[in-house]
């Protein structure tokens, strides 16, 4: 390209390419409709209706007034909140890994990224299973590789075969992103499927980079199981994300964090240097007071969160229509709307979930986050982490809408 014509190309269209996140739009609408006076309830929101915990907030307070946090600190994150990420990890997770290979994000959505940023090289492709994240194909992409999409569906409980990886895999095949419990479709994986994946990783030589954010929000008998920690051997060629948004109600503190081997980490601390220096010292210092605390807060929202599933999963599947997975965790519910579409509804003819999203936002004032934002059209996912009387009221709506 020539000078000239390179001027002519006003703006990147590398990031001009990056989707807008479903999931921040669904919910940035739903909230500006309620601010202009409209009786919006939102299901489109990925975080806790909980406070942050007390004494949580305290220790940020006590922060503010320490003037050692006024002023730049290590990249990689405060040596006493990696040692304590460190510890956190192998309490929870069984997972042992030193202080040394955790590096502290602004948030679990940076860690994703230098994670990508310091795996992949154009030409790569990462297994995405479907129903995914909606940011999992934007960093990808943005690194030139490629996304291959796995879908799956309420039969296999929105769970990945070895078979699927099979097929899937190829020589140009670099990584695996494994999330469980899951976001968006609230599936938890069995231990014993947890770890065959991880055994299929290493025989092929396979990252793994393990989205362990709702760890701690499972339900029933339902389990949590870290793959490093079933499948040691996986731990040279797999990348741990996390962080304290979703267990402790802290979304806007910004802090999360990626373990990883020591190549790797060297490379996103490097990264992280040059993009933001160090997360926001009074955050960082909220953030240890969380994983170095007990875990009775959450498990006062992870009860909160089993009532509504259940009840969401009762509410939706009375819909004629619908049919919804009962939540394994995390705080989602994926129903499919495959027996909505087809018909008139408020006068508009529903194709996709795409239009049932916009008709029940228009029509029942209830905003829900369309299959396709996940890789899985015909579905949607609904947030219960809202209050009970907001949760049965917005379904309610719904269902009067579908009638």
């Known amino acids: 390209m020539s000078p000239a014509s390179a001027r002519d190309v006003r703006l990147?269209?590398?990031?001009?390419?990056?989707?807008?996140?479903?999931?921040?739009?669904?919910?940035?609408?739903?909230?500006?409709?309620?601010?202009?006076?409209?009786?919006v309830i939102g299901f489109g929101a990925g975080e806790p209706d909980f406070p942050t915990p007390a004494n949580i907030v305290e220790a940020a307070v006590e922060a503010c007034r320490d003037p050692k946090n006024h002023r730049y600190t290590p990249a990689a994150g405060l040596p006493e909140l990696r040692e304590a990420v460190a510890v956190k990890t192998e309490r929870d997770s069984a997972y042992t890994v030193a202080a040394s290979q955790v590096v502290i994000t602004n948030g679990g959505k940076q860690a994703l990224y230098e994670t990508c940023e310091a795996l992949l090289n154009p030409g790569d492709e990462v297994l995405l299973p479907a129903p995914y994240w909606t940011t999992y194909p934007e960093p990808i992409a943005l690194c030139g590789a490629s996304s291959v999409v796995i879908p799956t569906d309420v039969r296999s409980e929105f769970k990945v075969s070895i078979d699927q990886l099979d097929a899937a895999y190829t020589d140009r095949t670099k990584a695996l992103i494994f999330v469980s419990p899951s976001n968006p479709s609230g599936a938890v994986y069995s231990p014993a499927e947890v770890e065959a994946i991880g055994r299929w990783a290493v025989d092929k030589g396979v990252w793994v980079i393990c989205d362990e954010i709702y760890e701690h929000l499972t339900f029933g008998d339902h389990v949590f199981s870290s793959m490093p920690a079933l499948v040691p051997e996986l731990a040279e060629r797999c990348v741990v994300l996390n962080g304290?948004?979703?267990?402790?109600?802290?979304?806007?503190?910004?802090?999360?964090?990626?373990?990883?081997?020591?190549?790797?980490?060297?490379?996103?601390?490097?990264?992280?240097?040059?993009?933001?220096?160090?997360?926001?010292?009074?955050?960082?210092?909220?953030?240890?007071?969380?994983?170095?605390?007990?875990?009775?807060?959450?498990?006062?929202?992870?009860?909160?969160?089993?009532?509504?599933?259940?009840?969401?999963?009762?509410?939706?599947?009375?819909?004629?229509?619908?049919?919804?997975?009962?939540?394994?965790?995390?705080?989602?519910?994926?129903?499919?709307?495959?027996?909505?579409?087809?018909?008139?509804?408020?006068?508009?003819?529903?194709?996709?979930?795409?239009?049932?999203?916009?008709?029940?936002?228009?029509?029942?004032?209830?905003?829900?986050?369309?299959?396709?934002?996940?890789?899985?059209?015909?579905?949607?996912?609904?947030?219960?982490?809202?209050?009970?009387?907001?949760?049965?009221?917005?379904?309610?709506?719904?269902?009067?809408?579908?009638?």
Not at 18 to 37: F, P, R, Y
Not at 366 to 383: D, H, K, M, N, Q
């Open 244 to 403: 304290v948004a979703k267990s402790y109600a802290m979304t806007g503190w910004r802090v999360g964090w990626l373990i990883g081997p020591p190549d790797m980490v060297k490379l996103a601390v490097n990264l992280q240097s040059h993009l933001t220096s160090n997360v926001a010292n009074v955050s960082q210092r909220a953030a240890l007071c969380a994983v170095s605390g007990d875990l009775s807060a959450v498990a006062e929202m992870r009860g909160a969160f089993a009532r509504r599933g259940a009840t969401i999963h009762k509410l939706l599947n009375a819909i004629d229509g619908v049919s919804c997975m009962e939540p394994q965790g995390a705080f989602y519910a994926f129903p499919s709307f495959e027996g909505v579409l087809g018909r008139e509804i408020a006068g508009r003819r529903i194709e996709t979930t795409l239009d049932l999203a916009a008709v029940i936002l228009d029509e029942a004032k209830v905003a829900i986050v369309p299959g396709e934002a996940f890789g899985a059209p015909g579905y949607a996912r609904l947030s219960f982490a809202l209050g009970d009387d907001d949760l049965g009221e917005g379904v309610g709506r719904i269902a009067d809408l579908l009638a």
């Open 12 to 39: 990147s269209t590398r990031v001009g390419a990056i989707a807008e996140s479903a999931t921040l739009a669904v919910d940035a609408k739903a909230k500006a409709l309620k601010a202009a006076g409209e009786p």
